[in-house]
C-alpha cells in the first residue's frame, strides 16, 4: 500500500498536525506500507524531522500568494481565517503537489490541513484511489472516503452532515485520537492517582509562539508553588528557547526536555498537567492526567469547553488574555482542594490510547463484517442512494452510463422502498454505510444487483456484503436468486461465483451479460 499524507507545520501553524500524521504515518509503515509526505518550506517547517524519522518527502516551494476564492470555509463556524495557512492559492499548492510527485500513484492521500477543502481535493483526485482527510473545524466541504475528527462534541455525528456526502466513513471522537503506542503501554503500568500534586508537566505544542509556557513558568516561580517539580516539554521549533532555558535554570527542581521521544513517560509521572488544548489533550485524558488547559487556536474553543463542563479538564482561558496571575490562583487552587483531583481525574474509557490501531485497520482492511448492521432501507436513506447510483464506477458497470437525476431518482427511490416486489437491503457500520443489495422478485424468483461504497472498496468486502444479504433476504423469502452481470465486470463475476452461482447462460453480443442462477 502506498500513502501519501499533504500536511504542514509553521510558526503559524505548529506542528500539531505533522505529529499527528507521523504517529499515523509510522503506524502504516510498521504495517508495511510505503509512506510519503507532501510539505512545504514554510518557516518553522518540520521537513527535517520526517527526514529524521526516515520519510521521504516531496518539498514544495515558496510561492507568490493569490487568493483564487475558492475556499468553502463558513466564516459563521470560525471567526479565524485559514486560507493563508498554505502559503499560496489552492490551485498553486494543487498544482505544486502534482509536479512534485510526478507520475507516482497511490492507494491513500490523507490531507491534514485546514487551508485545504474539496477544491483541491478534486484535483488530487487523479493520482489517488482513496482520499482520507483529517479536521475537526467543520467549516468546510470535503471531497473524500474517509473523514477523521478526533476531538469531542456532543453533536458529533451531525457536525458534517451539510460538508460531505452520506456515503464517506466517519471516524468521530476521541475513540480514534492518534495517539503514539507509548501511551497504550504507559496506560498498563499507570500509578494509581491520589489527586495529591507534587509533580508538574508543562507542554504548549511545538511552537508556542505566544511563550505561554513562560508565562507558567512565572507562576510557578511564586513562593508558594516552589516546592513543585516541573517537567517542561517544548518543541524544536520554539522561538522562545533562550529565554525558557533561562527560566528554567533559574527555577529549583525544573527540567528542559525539547522535542523529546518519551513524552507518555513523563506525563504518567505528573500528578497535574498545564498546557495547550490541542492534540496533546487526548494524550492527557489517555493517562488519567488532571489538567488546567489554555487554548491557544480557534478550533479548541469548543471541544475544551465541552471537556470543561464534564469535569474531564480545567479551562481557564485563551493563550491571549490568560495571566501569570490566573495560572498561579489555578495552580493554587488546584493545591488546596487536591482531594477532587481524584474525584474529577478523566475517564480511562474516552481515550484508551489504541485510536491509531483503529484508524490504520480502516485503512488497510475498512471494517470487519461482523461490525456490521443490516436492514432494510428507507426514504431517509434516498440520497445516500443517489450518491451511489452517481459514482464513476457504478455508473461505468450499470447497463445504463448516464447520471441519474435527482428528482428521477427521488421517484424511482419511492417507488421502490413500497413496492412489495422489491427488498432494498442496506449494509451499515458504526463508520457508516457500506453497501446495498437490491432484490427484484418475479414469479419464483429474485433478481440480484448490488454496490460496494467507495469508502469500502479494495477490501474484498463484497463477497460477505452479498451473502449476509442474501442470509436476511432469505429469511424474509423462499425464491430462487439470479443475477445479471457484464463480462467485463470480472470482480462481480467472481464474487458470484465464489457464492456457488453457476453460469448457465453467456450472450456473447454487444450488451453482453452473465446470467447466474442460485444453487
Not at 518540520?46 to 475558492?70: A, D, I, T
Request: aromatic residues 10%; hydrophobic residues 40%.
Amino acid at each position: 500500500m502506498k500513502v501519501l499524507f499533504r500536511t504542514d507545520a509553521s510558526l503559524q501553524i505548529g506542528s500539531g498536525h505533522i505529529m499527528r500524521c507521523l504517529t499515523l504515518a509510522e503506524s502504516l509503515r510498521q504495517i508495511g506500507a510505503e509512506v510519503m509526505f507532501a510539505c512545504r518550506r514554510l518557516p518553522g517547517n518540520l521537513v527535517g524531522l520526517l527526514f529524521e524519522k526516515g520519510f521521504e518527502v516531496y518539498q514544495l516551494p515558496m510561492e507568490n500568494f493569490e487568493p483564487q476564492g475558492h475556499c468553502t470555509a463558513k466564516p459563521r463556524v470560525t471567526v479565524e481565517d485559514y486560507s493563508d495557512w498554505l502559503g499560496c492559492s489552492q490551485d498553486q499548492d494543487a498544482q505544486a503537489t502534482l509536479k512534485a510527485i510526478g507520475k507516482a500513484q497511490f492507494d491513500w492521500l490523507i490531507v491534514d490541513h485546514y487551508g485545504l477543502d474539496e477544491y483541491w481535493e478534486r484535483q488530487l483526485r487523479p493520482i489517488t484511489k482513496k482520499l482520507m482527510v483529517i479536521d475537526d473545524l467543520a467549516n468546510r466541504a470535503h471531497d473524500c472516503e474517509l473523514l477523521l475528527d478526533q476531538n469531542y462534541f456532543v453533536n458529533a455525528t451531525s457536525r458534517y452532515d451539510e460538508l460531505i456526502p452520506p456515503s464517506p466513513s466517519r471516524l468521530l471522537g476521541p475513540k480514534y485520537a492518534l495517539l503514539r503506542p507509548e501511551f497504550a503501554e504507559a496506560q498498563k503500568q499507570l500509578r494509581p492517582r491520589t489527586g495529591k500534586v507534587q509533580r508538574i508537566f508543562v507542554f504548549f505544542g511545538g511552537t508556542d509562539t505566544d511563550n505561554l509556557t513562560g508565562l507558567t513558568l512565572e507562576s510557578l516561580s511564586d513562593p508558594t508553588l516552589e516546592h513543585l517539580e516541573v517537567d517542561v516539554v517544548i518543541g524544536i521549533n520554539n522561538p522562545h528557547k533562550d529565554k525558557i532555558t533561562a527560566q528554567v535554570a533559574q527555577r529549583p527542581r525544573t527540567k528542559l526536555h525539547v522535542q523529546i521521544a518519551n513524552i507518555a513517560s513523563l506525563m504518567a509521572q505528573a500528578d497535574l498537567a498545564i498546557g495547550a488544548g490541542g492534540s496533546t489533550t487526548w494524550e492527557r485524558l489517555s493517562l488519567q492526567l488532571p489538567s488546567i488547559t489554555v487554548t491557544i487556536a480557534e478550533n479548541q474553543h469548543s471541544f475544551t469547553e465541552e471537556l470543561h463542563e464534564q469535569g474531564l479538564i480545567e479551562r481557564i482561558g485563551d493563550g491571549h488574555s490568560v495571566t501569570v496571575e490566573n495560572l498561579r490562583q489555578a495552580l493554587q487552587g488546584y493545591l488546596c482542594s487536591y482531594s477532587n483531583l481524584s474525584e474529577g481525574s478523566p475517564q480511562p474509557e474516552l481515550v484508551d490510547g489504541k485510536g491509531t490501531a483503529r484508524v490504520t485497520y480502516c485503512l488497510c482492511k475498512g471494517i470487519s463484517p461482523k461490525d456490521w448492521l443490516i436492514r432494510q432501507a428507507t426514504m431517509a436513506d434516498c440520497a445516500l442512494y443517489w450518491h451511489w447510483a452517481n459514482d464513476p464506477v457504478v455508473r461505468q458497470q450499470a447497463f445504463s452510463k448516464e447520471q441519474i437525476q435527482w428528482e428521477d431518482h427521488v421517484s424511482w427511490f419511492e417507488e421502490k422502498v413500497h413496492d412489495e416486489k422489491t427488498m432494498l437491503v442496506l449494509v451499515v457500520s458504526q463508520l457508516g454505510p457500506v453497501g446495498q443489495v437490491r432484490f427484484e422478485y418475479f414469479q419464483q424468483q429474485a433478481k440480484i444487483s448490488y454496490s460496494i461504497g467507495r469508502a469500502m472498496r479494495g477490501f474484498g468486502l463484497a463477497k460477505h456484503l452479498m451473502k449476509q444479504a442474501i442470509a436476511f433476504f432469505q429469511s424474509h423469502h423462499s425464491l430462487g436468486l439470479y443475477a445479471e452481470v457484464k463480462p467485463t465486470n470480472l470482480k462481480s463475476v467472481k464474487v458470484f461465483e465464489e457464492l456457488n452461482f453457476e453460469d448457465v447462460f453467456t450472450r456473447m453480443m454487444e450488451g453482453t451479460f452473465v446470467f447466474f442462477d442460485y444453487l
